[in-house]
């Protein structure tokens, strides 16, 4: 029987995923998805970490968390609960629903003992009253191939090229993406099933373009990267002027890299490459003679929460020592509040509580988005987010949590 709204979000039945994801696509424009992406999203749904607010028998709140392990810098694999599918019925907005389910998703992970919470914001605005802070961005581009030509790296002709059905390369591309996920934050190492979700290719999710495509690249007859695309061909009184859409590129050394861009850049009866949700340092940018006609452009990806605010900075490793006392504020959930002394190095880190005075005040918002190593904090500091009680605490603080890589979330959930 079905639990009364006011007795607050609880953990979704199996034979109540229907309603509930139907609730999902309602709030989220009511568009239907094919069987293919219902089936897909129904066999990664994690049962026991999803939670549904009812009234009565109607479902009107969602969402949901998915087990990861999410790459920190230095190269460690940390739990974190990968939030996803939240959606409140537009007939209960502004009666508490969100900040229910909020509430028990964020006690949940607590007891789970994973010390971070990540997601992707369908509206950003809404998640950082709940601690979230934007802590990667994705970069993309419509590049004129006409006109932004590529210099490619030494060894790119001894790469070998080939097409194949995306679906009898999959273990090999999925092997190339597991061997790079420990060297990016951000990247997560997909659990078993999701490797199959970047392959759902029903018909409305191509805009007029061609069924999914892939070219892996290989070395000694082994695969060392691939590129899983579309084409949008387009005519007009001048001749062809198609577009190529990427979906992912991932490869593992600069010369099977550069000849995947070559190749994208290089399709016949096509002048443009539509690419998204690539790292901010993508290479492909610095193989270009003229960035102008790529036409970069960036958006927020990954938010991340601290859920455990010792366990999660003890977590990665800082690339110049650190010992800095921080003064964190988190109302929403308070046991994170108080002071912690962060000490550590490229070896590793100890975060622990400290009567000690505090050096940096913040919120755990901007612990969140500085976490992976992609938003500085004198940049934090510069908006009036971060204030240095100690001079010189916050160069050290910000240098130690940078990156080698910028941080990078490769797809969605």
């Known amino acids: 029987m079905a639990t009364d709204l006011v007795t607050g979000p609880r953990v979704l039945r199996r034979d109540e995923w229907d309603p509930w994801y139907d609730q999902l696509i309602r709030a989220f424009g009511g568009v239907p998805e094919s069987d293919e992406e219902r089936a897909a999203w129904h066999s990664v749904t994690e049962f026991d970490r999803s939670l549904g607010v009812w009234d009565g028998d109607t479902c009107v709140g969602t969402s949901g968390a998915f087990g990861f392990r999410v790459t920190v810098p230095g190269g460690a694999q940390v739990p974190a609960a990968g939030v996803t599918m939240v959606s409140v019925a537009a007939t209960h907005r502004?009666?508490?629903v969100l900040t229910s389910m909020m509430r028990r998703q964020l006690d949940d992970v607590r007891?789970?003992?994973e010390p971070l919470a990540v997601l992707t914001a369908s509206e950003p605005a809404i998640?950082?009253?709940?601690?979230y802070g934007a802590a990667t961005f994705q970069l993309a581009a419509e590049i004129d191939t006409g006109r932004a030509g590529l210099s490619v790296p030494a060894g790119t002709d001894d790469v070998r090229l080939r097409y194949a059905a995306p679906a009898d390369v999959l273990d090999a591309c999925e092997e190339v993406y597991a061997r790079l996920v420990p060297a990016r934050p951000g990247m997560i190492a997909r659990p078993a099933g999701w490797e199959r979700l970047p392959l759902l290719d029903a018909e409305s999710m191509r805009d007029g373009a061609s069924p999914l495509q892939c070219v892996v690249a290989?070395?000694?007859?082994t695969v060392t990267g691939y590129a899983r695309f579309r084409v949008k061909p387009s005519w007009d009184t001048?001749?062809?002027e198609g577009t190529v859409v990427l979906s992912d590129l991932d490869a593992l050394d600069p010369a099977s890299g550069a000849a995947l861009w070559r190749f994208l850049f290089g399709i016949d009866l096509t002048s443009t490459l539509n690419v998204r949700m690539r790292p901010v340092d993508d290479a492909w940018q610095y193989l270009v003679s003229d960035i102008r006609r790529c036409r970069p452009r960036l958006r927020d990806a990954l938010y991340v929460r601290l859920v455990d605010v010792g366990a999660a900075l003890s977590a990665r490793t800082?690339?110049?020592p650190v010992d800095v006392v921080f003064e964190v504020e988190d109302a929403f959930c308070p046991w994170n509040s108080g002071r912690w002394r962060l000490s550590g190095?490229?070896?590793g880190?100890?975060?622990?509580?400290t009567p000690d005075p505090a050096d940096l005040a913040l919120s755990v918002r901007e612990l969140g988005a500085a976490y992976l190593g992609g938003v500085p904090l004198t940049g934090l500091a510069a908006a009036g987010r971060v204030r240095e009680l100690r001079r010189g605490a916050l160069a050290e603080a910000s240098v130690g949590f940078g990156a080698a890589v910028a941080p990078w979330l490769p797809h969605g959930f």
């Open 345 to 347: 190095d490229a070896k």
């Open 349 to 353: 880190a100890s975060c622990e509580r």
């Open 127 to 131: 998640y950082g009253r709940f601690g």
């Open 318 to 320: 800082y690339q110049a």
């Open 238 to 240: 001048g001749g062809a």
């Open 218 to 221: 290989e070395r000694d007859g």
């Open 111 to 113: 007891a789970w003992g």
């Open 94 to 96: 502004r009666r508490g």
